[in-house]
């Protein structure tokens, strides 16, 4: 049976997957290209390089995605929830309470389950975020199914994205400090001097560290809070007959996408 690219890699694996592994792992390949620098100019050498370059990615995507997972539950739990469960609490003001209303009706005709007041919401908190975490893994079931939802596919791949590179941004800080170390003994062995590629990976500790440390945490949240938002609403319109219908046949590409994207 032939096997479609698409159904290997969608447009979700290569923005919240492969490109951040990419650049996760960019030192390495910065000190192997540093070290073997012929391979680009040698054809056959070049395209052995590129595949097992492709499948080491494809393969730390995997580990990465795991680590965005594990990372991103801790995060949330600090800051209060996950921002799914937070916009559609009746006690938060992202939303306004007439949107809310409308969700929880939309919630209860289409998937059975009441999602509590905002009295409700006070006296048993823990029982009401458990509500809308429920209805939320139903709302992205049927969003996966639903045409016309490009934007939450956009905005749930760049959540993913920056998720992954948070939570492995001190790997790369190793990854270019053992650069650093590895690159020095190049052609001086047992001697160290600091190489052409030791400044290289030098460079990219300068733009990664304040980049990781104080610009990703909030391009984070920024990004949680449009791919809920716009899952919430985007939910209500259909459901409200202002977008297309659920589609009766579900692309596989679509099928793929995460349902773990947050």
């Not at 980049?211 to 945490?217: D, K, M, N, S």
Request: with cysteine; hydrophobic share 45%; aromatic share 14%.
């Amino acid at each position: 049976m032939r096997i479609r690219w698409h159904q290997f890699i969608d447009g979700y694996d290569c923005k919240a997957r492969l490109v951040p592994t990419a650049i996760l792992l960019f030192p390495v390949f910065c000190a192997i290209y540093y070290f073997f620098p012929g391979v680009l100019s040698n054809p056959l050498q070049l395209a052995g390089g590129s595949i097992l370059a492709f499948a080491f990615v494809y393969l730390a995507s995997m580990f990465f995605r795991d680590r965005g997972v594990r990372y991103a539950k801790q995060f949330w739990e600090e800051r209060g929830g996950l921002p799914s469960t937070r916009l559609a609490r009746m006690r938060d003001s992202y939303l306004s309470a007439h949107q809310k209303n409308r969700i929880q009706l939309a919630v209860l005709q289409g998937f059975g389950i009441r999602l509590m007041s905002l009295e409700e919401e006070y006296e048993y908190p823990a029982l009401a975020d458990r509500k809308i975490m429920d209805a939320f893994r139903e709302v992205k079931e049927f969003l996966r199914r639903c045409d016309g939802c490009g934007l939450v596919d956009k905005h749930g791949a760049e959540y993913g994205f920056v998720r992954n590179l948070c939570a492995s941004r001190m790997i790369f800080v190793i990854e270019a400090v053992s650069g650093i170390v590895v690159c020095g003994f190049k052609g001086n062995w047992p001697r160290w001097n600091f190489t052409a590629g030791c400044w290289a990976n030098v460079v990219l500790l300068i733009l990664w560290l304040p980049f990781a440390w104080l610009v990703l945490p909030r391009m984070l949240m920024l990004n949680a809070d449009a791919y809920a938002g716009r899952a919430w609403v985007t939910f209500l319109s259909l459901t409200e007959g202002s977008s297309k219908k659920p589609s009766t046949a579900v692309n596989s590409g679509t099928d793929r996408r995460r349902a773990s994207s947050e």
